[in-house]
Nanobody
Framework: QVQVMESGGGSVQAGGSLTLSCEVL????????MGWFRQVPGKEREGVAF???????MYSDSVKGRFTISKGSVKTSQSLQMTDLKPEDTATYYC????????????????WGQGTQVTVTS
C-alpha cells in the first residue's frame, strides 16, 4: 500500500523560512515525479512546485525565486525549502506523487499526502 508521508509545516512570521519534507512509501517504481499543491478554504487549489524523476524542477510564478524543491537521498522523497514567506503563502500544503508528469501537474496525481498546515503571520 502506497503512503505519502509529509512533515515540516508550522507557523512563522513573514520573511521567515520553513522546509516541508515528503516521502512516498511502498512505491515500486523509482522513476516518480513529485510536487506540492496548496489550498486555502474557499479558493482554488494551486500547484506550487514540482520535480520530475531526473530532478528538474518547475515552479508557479507566485513562489519562483523563493521556494526550492529538491529530491532527497531516497528517490521517492523530496523537500520544499520555502524562504521569504508571505502571509499569502498561508495554506494547507499537499505532497503529490505520480509516474505521469501531466497527471501530477494538473492535479490528478495518483498519490496525495494528508496535508500539512503552513501559517505565515504578518
Amino acid at each position: 500500500q502506497v503512503q505519502v508521508m509529509e512533515s515540516g509545516g508550522g507557523s512563522v512570521q513573514a520573511g521567515g523560512s520553513l522546509t516541508l519534507s515528503c516521502e512516498v512509501l511502498g512505491y515500486t517504481y523509482n522513476l516518480i515525479s513529485m510536487g506540492w499543491f496548496r489550498q486555502v478554504p474557499g479558493k482554488e487549489r494551486e500547484g506550487v512546485a514540482f520535480i520530475d524523476s531526473t530532478g528538474s524542477p518547475m515552479y508557479s510564478d507566485s513562489v519562483k525565486g523563493r521556494f526550492t524543491i529538491s529530491k532527497g537521498s531516497v528517490k521517492t522523497s523530496q523537500s520544499l525549502q520555502m524562504t521569504d514567506l508571505k502571509p499569502e503563502d498561508t495554506a494547507t500544503y499537499y505532497c503529490v506523487a505520480d509516474i505521469s508528469w501531466t497527471s501530477l501537474t494538473t492535479g490528478y496525481a495518483s498519490h496525495w499526502g494528508q496535508g500539512t498546515q503552513v501559517t505565515v503571520t504578518s
